[in-house]
Structures are given as structure tokens and as C-alpha cells.
């Protein structure tokens, strides 16, 4: 089973931040770079925003200006209403074929070829002047001597002083012209490493294409993933999704994460008054944006849905269901909670008949036997059609053990099917504050999976893999690298690794800027006393020799 690769991307302007998963790794980077590059139209205009907002502070005097900005907000406002109001057939009529080539890296490679170095120039040779001899050099043969000799001393310094300073630049200049050759090398073997990471790019998802095109579970899966990473729209928040794919019944299933009924806009207008030197903002009605809220619900679903069909241009996916969630405040208990609010199964051939650019999203919906209050931003809950299957068969019946310890009980010594076992107990009741769920797995000492975590929120929430070590030694970087394996491999959100010893150095090394744990024993006793366990670690005694 191939790994799952895991990013985090954060841009520093927007505050953002989000975990992206996906079955490849150059995928995931592709999907990474969409992402940031989004953000970073965002940023743009929200840089925008800020500077035109500076600018009708330092305007607001100016009555045209105020009018214009009106207008312009208006403009806006209505433009944002619209593109609710046709979210789904704008799509489709822009709708192109999935082109796997379009996630291929074809950047060139950006740093500027190095400038040519600029020498310093030799300057001349001194010339020979003559000695000056006067008068009395000509009558007095010692001061002939004296002056010969002082400018024969003048001419030797003079030429010292400019072979010292040729070979000053000399050197200066040899040194320029390495580092230019240095540059130059530099700049060459990056863009050589810039093609080669490329071309390995494009071959890693040249092979996903024909993995893809193969038929298998994962590429299938990939490509599902980059679609949906696709489907965002400028006026709402970005969504997250989660999906499983079935080979055997050719059928997906989407956990979608819709926007809340706060995300609809609120202002279909700004008047500017000039009487009060103010802007008025005219606000869309209650029941109108109950009305966009619902179609805005409909038409995801459905634009979801027929982007998956219309991406798998193989045809290797012949039914979706599609589970609608959002977080948001009941309006009925005032509290936040995550729900499923809308649900609906179909076929390809069913689907693919139906022209999406002029039917009503909800009238469609229901044509397709799809489940769901009549009120959406009502967000009553139903009951999916279908969900993610989350059930493993390695899971085993669990047994306590934590009752049957006695006080100051020696952890260390503890046989390791046991060791397990209450590794489970305890983190099933720390899970369980959150309405969440521990399961221990068959007992196989092979550095598998002892236990899985289940976080019950449908988006956020996920998969934990849980090991537990009963070491009275070291746990090597080894251990860590199993189980962040392990967590790849588990398509998991998280990993934690639990012993009775500690961790080398490079064990925390490889664990940095992963999303894993690494308990150790006096974590675990800490852990443990918050639920009432007094036990204790002595390493030194578990090491000790048992006698008969």
C-alpha cells in the first residue's frame, strides 16, 4: 500500500494555514503551489482592498470620489450575489477536460544568469625620469653622485610601489573571475537540479496518469483529490473534503464541507448620503439570503458531483455519493455544532444526461432522490445515505486492566500484550472527552498498529495511530520512522508513540515538523496520574534478572 505524503502550507500575509494530504508527493506539491498561489491573489486583493480604503480616507472630502466608491461597492456586492446565483452554470460553461499535463512544473528557472565580473585596470608603468644634475652637479662631482643616487632610490620606489599594486590586482581580479566561475557553476547546477526535479515531476505524474488510466484505487483517488482542491469559489471560504473510493463497486463517496449560512453575503448595495457625509449600506433580506443559501448548497453538491464525472474521463467511477457538512450555530440551541445537513447518491449514466447550464439546483437535486431539509439554512441534521467506511478488521475485543493494577505497580514490567491493552484503556478515556473512540488492534509485536484513534468530527476529525513501546531501553529513531510509516501507510492524521523509556536525540530529530507524538515515561506518568492511576516507571529494576 502506497504512503500518504503530508504538507503543511502557511502563508504569512493571510494568517492561513492548512494540512494537505494526498496519495504522491508531487501532486501534493502541485496541489500545495495552487493553493499558496491562491492565497496569494487573496493577499493581493486584500492588499488591494487596504490601499483603496487609505485612499478614500484621504478622499472622503471629494464627493465624486464617495460616489464612485459607492458605486463600485455596489458593483461588487451585486457582482458577489450573482456569482452565488450562478455558481453552478458558470462552471459549466468554462468547464474544460482534466489535463493531467497542467500539474506538470514547467516553470523556468528564475535566478538571473550571474553578470560578467568587471576587472580593475593595470596602470601604466612608471617611466624613467632622468636625474636631475643642476649646476653644481656638473662642478661637484659628490653632489652628482647624491642626486643620481636619490632619483635612481625615487625610481626603484616608484616601481616597487606599482608592482606591489599590479599584484594587488591582480589578485583582486583573479578573485573575481573565481567567484564569477563559481556563480556561474552555481547557477548551471541549479538550473540543471531546477530541470532535473522537473523532469522527475513529470515523469512521477506521467506514471499517475497511467495508473490512473489502469484503474488504480489510489490514482483514482489522487485525482478526486486534486479536482476537489479545485472546486473553491472567491466569495466563499475555502472547503475541505474527505473521500474513500470502492474499486469492487466503482463508487466514491465525498464528505464535503459546506460554507455556513454566515458566508452569504449581507450587502446588495452602498448608497453614499451626502447630507451626512456617510456610506449606507442596503442589506439583502433575511428570506433572500435563506433563498441564495440553499441554492448555493444545491448547486455544490451538483457542481461536486459532476466534476468528479466529468475528470474521470476513463469512466472508473460509476457512482457518487455526496454527504453535504457545515459547521455552524443551531439557530435552535445557539451553540456551534457540525452536521450533515444534505446527502445524495447517483449514477454516472443517470447524472451525465442532465444539463446542469438550465435547471433549478434544487429541483434537480430532488429529481436525484437526494435527502435534506427543505430548509437548508434551517441545518437540521439527517442521516447520509452513505458513509465512509472506518471500520478495520484487525480490531479485537479490548479488556481493562488499569483496575486490576496495584498501587505503585512497576510499568516497566508489565508483559507487552498487557502494555497494550492499557495504553487503549487510557487513551480511551482521554478521546472520550470529545465523543471520540480508541480500538486495539491484533497483537502482532511487529511494530504495526496497536491501537486507532477516532476523532468524530466528519472534516476535521480523522484517523490516529496509536504504538506503544514496553522499552526498558532507548527507543531509536528506527521506532519513530516505523510508525510515521505506519501513519502513511494507515492514511492517518496523526501518530503517537507511546513507551516506558525515552527517545534519542535523533529520534525527536525526525519527529520535528511531523504530525507525531513521542510520549515517554515520565509523559506517560503524567498522563496517567490525570486519570487517577498512581503506577510508577523503574527502568532499572525492569532490567534486573528474575530469579525462581
Known sequence: MAYRYQVRVFHKGLGKERILTAFDE????????????????????QLEGERRAEERNQKKQDLEDNLDEARTRTEEAIANIKSLETLLATVIESRKPFDWDSLKNRAAYSPPYPPPPIFRQYPAQPAATPPKIGF?????????????????????????????????????????????????????????????????????????????????????????????????????PSSEFEIEYQTGSKSLVIEFSLPSPEAIPRIKEVRYVKSRGAFTEILVSESDRERLYDSVVYQICLRVTSAIFHAD????????????????????????????????????????????SRVDPKACFRSLKGVGSSKLHSIVAIAPICTINREDHRFIMAHDVADTLAQGYNLATMEWEEFEQFIREVFA?????????????????????????????PIRGGKIVIQAKRYTHTVGVSAVRDLYGTLMNEGANKGILVTTADYGPDAYQFAMGKPLTLLNGANLLHLLEKHGHTVRIDLR???????A
Not at 652628482?144 to 599590479?166: D, F, G, L, P, Y
Not at 573565481?178 to 547557477?187: E, L, N, P
Not at 482521554?430 to 484513534?453: H, L, Y
Open 26 to 45: 508531487y501532486i501534493l506539491n502541485s496541489r500545495a503551489r495552487e493553493l499558496m498561489a491562491r492565497w496569494d491573489s487573496q493577499y493581493e486583493k
Open 136 to 236: 653644481l652637479g656638473t662642478v661637484i662631482p659628490a653632489v652628482k653622485r647624491s642626486r643620481i643616487n636619490a632619483a635612481t632610490a625615487e625610481a626603484e620606489k616608484q616601481m616597487t610601489r606599482w608592482t606591489q599594486e599590479v599584484h594587488n590586482i591582480e589578485s583582486h581580479n583573479k578573485s573575481i573571475e573565481s567567484s564569477y566561475a563559481d556563480a556561474v557553476a552555481h547557477w548551471e547546477s541549479g538550473r540543471a537540479k531546477h530541470e532535473a526535479d522537473a523532469s522527475v515531476q513529470h515523469a512521477a505524474i506521467d506514471e499517475q496518469r497511467l495508473a490512473y488510466e489502469a484503474g488504480a484505487q489510489q490514482a483514482i483517488a489522487a485525482l478526486c483529490e486534486i479536482v476537489l482542491s479545485r472546486e473553491n469559489h472567491p466569495v466563499l
Open 313 to 356: 474521463q476513463t469512466k472508473h467511477i460509476d457512482g457518487i455519493t455526496f454527504n453535504g457538512w457545515v459547521t455552524a450555530v443551531d439557530p435552535a440551541k445557539g451553540k456551534e455544532v457540525t452536521t450533515c445537513i444534505i446527502s445524495v447518491s447517483t449514477r454516472r449514466e443517470q447524472f451525465c444526461e442532465i444539463d446542469l
Open 429 to 457: 478515556k482521554e478521546f472520550s472527552v470529545n465523543g471520540g473512540e480508541v480500538k486495539v488492534t491484533q497483537a502482532s509485536r511487529d511494530g504495526g498498529v496497536d491501537a486507532i484513534a477516532f476523532d468524530p468530527g
Open 541 to 547: 529494576e525492569a532490567r534486573m534478572p528474575t530469579t
